[in-house]
């Protein structure tokens, strides 16, 4: 049973020296990715069917959505750190129920029981710096966790207006991915998970442009 508490120790103990022999200072990396499950998502409370108290409540209920997409810019300042800019978009639509558990008394009286407020439209854009730590930096094989912040560029109308409707038009927006992993050489696949703008599982492609060498370099060679 101690063999195992070794090798772990072991392990992390050499990544450093796995990871100094791969990424060089001026690499750089252009990627695409997907992702579901967005933190602006998340914070609209959405339900997959009405709950069972919906004569007392108020709710969201997502008809659609497009999913978050990317495309991200990155830069290396040597093999443990990078950073990137990237700049994503997202759409769906959710039907709003509005109850606050107290019928109409007016002349024509009746209880307030799932009523339908409105269809909504929302767009996501977001432009954000994201710096990245390495874990472990093999050739091919990498662990990484980033963080993001950046602004936010939010429209809600409700569907058929020409008008913005409920929503700070421009608010910040972050992404926490405490695990991220990628496999490949300069062209490399990867999957995420985290919370944020990217959501809460995100992968994509990316391909790695190398350093150009100096001439002296060159001439070496």
Known sequence: MRVLPILLIGA????????LAQNQSGDQELSVSYGRKSGTEIL???VTSPPANRDRV??????????????TYRYS??????LGVTVGTESF???SYHNDGYPYQGPNPYPLVNPFIANYKVNVTTVALEPKIYYYN??????????????????????????????APVFINTQMTP?????????????EVGLGYK???NGGLSYRIGRKAPKKEMQMK
């Open 58 to 71: 108020s709710y969201n209920e997502k008809v659609s959505t497009t999913g978050n997409m990317f495309a």
């Open 12 to 19: 992390v103990l050499c990544l450093p020296q796995l990871s």
């Open 77 to 82: 300042f040597g093999s443990i750190f990078s």
């Open 138 to 167: 093999h050739k091919r094989l990498k662990l990484y966790g980033l963080a993001g912040m950046g602004v936010r560029f939010y429209t809600q109308k409700p569907n058929g207006q020409a008008f913005d409707g409920i929503g």
């Open 44 to 46: 609209k409370w959405f």
């Open 179 to 191: 695990i991220g992993v990628s496999y490949g050489n300069k062209l490399a696949g990867f999957a």
């Open 199 to 201: 959501g809460l599982i």
């Open 93 to 95: 639509s959710y039907n």
